[in-house]
């Protein structure tokens, strides 16, 4: 049996106990993570917890709706047996009428049939398992190239990077050029950040260059034998200084031979697409579902709002894919 549970009525620790042991379970589908992206997030259950379904629920002008929440790329049907194609549409049939328009996110155990209102979106995932010298040997030349010229400037890690630095960093950077990225989303990932942080789970990897300036950094939060590449920025002197290929290869480097796969998290984008892939990524597939029941002026009004929001996607698609 399938029950729809309000956000006060979820049980966290059961919930929490189901995703930990899911097949497919995922960073962004724990209470503390969704309490932070989709505060009052409802849910749909079944049985006593044995498949869990998010549902990042909102509302404006009283219409009811679900959008998936910034830096979250994949949420769905999260079980301890591996979901059935069938399972899945049971679950989407079971999100209650009132919600006039739904576009979220599948995992990539998900499957529904190829229909109009279902599209396939690309995240890029590297295995490192193996050694670290199999692993580089995978690497594009042209990175190889920029991993040379980075090894001669100078470059200085730090793993204490605090959640601050690293977003004044993006926003002194790349967030000028992003105008529609609001205190909001930056307090989302602040908080992100250090909740992650302090559950041990997430770590901020800094490069500093010969003048002691922070040139890079990424937050890495680690579930489910995956590395998270979850929040990154990038300075102009970080771009001369290869600082951010630096980085990542040092990540691998030092990680490599577990059993861990570095998650990208994207990208739809082809520019990132192809720095993720120069490093022996693959393309990993997942679903994105669209349902709209809502009258024309309004899907006429929403359509416009989603095109300033896919911009800012395809710029920063962290924010979410």
């Known amino acids: 049996m399938i029950r729809f549970l309000q956000h006060d009525k979820i049980d966290t620790a059961r919930w929490d106990d189901c995703i930990s042991n899911a097949v497919n379970g995922n960073l962004v589908a724990f209470s503390w993570y969704l309490n932070i992206v989709s505060p009052g997030w409802c849910a749909l259950v079944e049985g006593d917890y044995e498949s869990v379904f998010p549902l990042p629920v ?58 109009e209102n279902v599209s396939e979106m690309i995240n890029l995932e590297l295995d490192l398992s193996g050694d670290y ?105 970080g771009k001369k200084s290869n600082a951010m290929p630096w980085l990542i290869d040092l990540y691998i480097s030092q990680h490599a031979g577990k059993s861990l796969t570095l998650d990208f998290e994207g990208s739809n984008n ?25 009258p024309y002026p309004m899907r006429l009004a929403l359509k416009i709002w989603r095109k300033s929001r896919l911009l800012l996607n395809f710029y920063f698609p962290l924010l979410n894919h």
């Open 58 to 115: 909102s509302s404006r002008n009283g219409i009811k709706y679900m959008m998936q929440p910034y830096f979250s790329q994949q949420l769905g049907l999260f079980s301890r047996a591996l979901p059935l194609e069938d399972m899945v549409a049971v679950f989407l049939n079971n999100i209650p009428s009132e919600y006039r328009y739904i576009d979220i996110n599948l995992n990539s155990f998900n499957r529904v049939p190829k229909a």
């Open 270 to 294: 082809p520019g990132l697409a192809r720095f993720y892939s120069s490093f022996g990524a693959k393309k990993v597939t997942y679903q994105r579902y669209i349902h709209n029941s809502l």
């Open 133 to 237: 010298g199999t692993i580089s040997a995978g690497y594009q030349s042209n990175l190889q190239r920029n991993l040379k010229k980075a090894s001669q400037n100078k470059l200085q890690i730090s793993t204490t990077v605090k959640p601050e630095e690293l977003i004044s960093l993006f926003r002194a950077n790349k967030g000028q050029d992003l105008k529609n990225l609001q205190n909001d989303q930056y307090n989302l990932i602040k908080q992100i950040a250090g909740e992650s942080i302090s559950k041990g789970t997430g770590e901020i990897w800094g490069v500093y260059n010969e003048n002691n300036e922070l040139a890079a950094g990424i937050l890495w939060v680690r579930s489910h034998q995956k590395a998270v590449f979850l929040f990154s920025a990038l300075s102009d002197t």
